[in-house]
């Protein structure tokens, strides 16, 4: 099985840019409240993803990840007032049009996976193909030999 954050950054880096809403359709439906952000929100607060977005004029990014998630799933309801969790919130812009992209340091993560996938490949590759070298030429030696 595939780990959702993992899934999430492949889909940013082949696309370039998600809008947040294209994020929630990719990221599983367990919970149907903000603990399903909660991979999202790991992202972002790693530095893995980022984006522009701010809420009422400060960075949204600085916040903890309960309150990023938060924040982040009371954003796709769109322009309005709403009550959740016992607090008042107000979303005064349509968050679901803001785009989100991977950082450099997503690259170089699944970069550096990638390659780490290549290196065991080769190394799986060159195994085998030692094991039966040495199986040929023993079996060669042997017959040579006549060692049983």
């Not at 790693?46 to 924040?71: C, P, Q, R, W």
Request: contains cysteine.
């Amino acid at each position: 099985m595939e780990n959702v954050s993992h899934k999430l950054l492949k889909e940013l880096i082949n696309k370039k840019e998600l809008t947040l809403c294209q994020i929630f359709k990719i990221l599983p439906k367990k919970y149907n409240d903000h603990r399903d952000i909660y991979p999202f929100a790991s992202l972002i607060t790693g530095g893995y993803i980022d984006s522009v977005m701010s809420h009422d004029g400060k960075d949204i990014f600085n916040a903890k990840n309960k309150e990023l998630a938060i924040t982040l799933y009371t954003a796709s309801f769109g322009k309005g007032e709403f009550e959740y969790n016992g607090q008042k919130l107000v979303n005064d812009g349509d968050f679901n049009k803001q785009t989100f992209f991977c950082t450099a340091k997503a690259n170089l993560y699944l970069e550096e996976r990638r390659q780490k996938r290549s290196d065991r490949i080769w190394t799986l590759f060159i195994g085998i193909a030692i094991g039966i070298i040495v199986a040929i030429i023993t079996f060669f030696l042997t017959k040579k030999f006549g060692l049983n």
